[in-house]
Antibody, heavy 120, light 108 residues
Framework: QVQLVQSGAEVKKPGASVKISCETS????????IHWVRQAPGQGLEWMGW????????KASQRFQDKVSITRDTSANTVYLELNSLSAEDTAVYYC?????????????WGQGTLVTVSS | DIQMTQSPSSLSASVGDRVTISCRAS??????LNWYQQRPGKVPRLLIY???SLQSGVPSRFSGSGSGTDFTLTISSLQPEDFATYYC??????????FGQGTKVEIK
């Protein structure tokens, strides 16, 4: 069965970086994309960016393009989200979610979420 | 970027009520519109995709409609487990997708 399993909660100091993972299984990795979605405490869902499993391309939203790096472990079907220069505003739950690679797609499977807390 | 605006931001309703949530896109998105439900402390769940297609396993009391820029999610008879926050999302501008700000459905 399709599974997206994310790494555990992180606590970081302001200015630090964090790298969280999304390990995928149960489907053909190259046929789908993995997206990252942020949810700050008490706030809504924000689309951050994606990794295209077919060609390895990544794209971040304009809001996050200086904040994030999305990469893949080529030896495993795992996608990473790295956040740099952390501030308190980056405290949030980060979700990975799957979709097909074309328009008119949707997130049919989600990871369990990773809480990142930024505090001095 | 395409902006998605939901209305209302919150609503109070009773079990058995018919509930309608609207979502408007800032530009044309055909029917590339999805709806998600998020219960408190839980992972979002896909309800409706491409505006009106019901995701497998989702109760038939949920339905979606619309095209172009205006879309609606309807819950025909609200159940206790439906009290949650609902989000629309456009997938027209792949890969840059956007969510609406959410609509919280509360118990009256």
């Amino acid at each position: 069965q399709v599974q997206l399993v994310q790494s555990g909660a992180e606590v970081k100091k302001p200015g630090a970086s964090v790298k969280i993972s999304c390990e995928t299984s149960g489907y053909i990795f190259t046929s789908y994309a993995i997206h990252w979605v942020r949810q700050a405490p008490g706030q809504g869902l924000e689309w951050m960016g994606w990794f295209n499993g077919g060609n390895g391309n990544t794209k971040a939203s304009q809001r996050f393009q200086d904040k994030v790096s999305i990469t893949r472990d080529t030896s495993a079907n795992t996608v990473y989200l790295e956040l740099n220069s952390l501030s308190a505003e980056d405290t949030a739950v980060y979700y990975c979610a799957r979709s097909e690679r074309q328009s008119a797609s949707y997130h049919d499977f989600w990871g369990q979420g990773t809480l990142v807390t930024v505090s001095s | 970027d395409i902006q998605m605006t939901q209305s209302p931001s919150s609503l109070s309703a009773s079990v058995g009520d018919r509930v309608t949530i609207s979502c408007r896109a800032s530009q044309y998105i055909a029917t590339y519109l999805n709806w998600y439900q998020q219960r408190p402390g839980k992972v979002p769940r896909l309800l409706i995709y491409t505006a009106s297609s019901l995701q497998s396993g989702v109760p038939s009391r949920f339905s979606g409609s619309g095209s172009g820029t205006d879309f609606t999610l309807t819950i025909s008879s609200l159940q206790p487990e439906d009290f949650a926050t609902y989000y629309c999302q456009q997938s027209y501008t792949t890969p840059t997708w956007t969510f609406g700000q959410g609509t919280k459905v509360e118990i009256k």
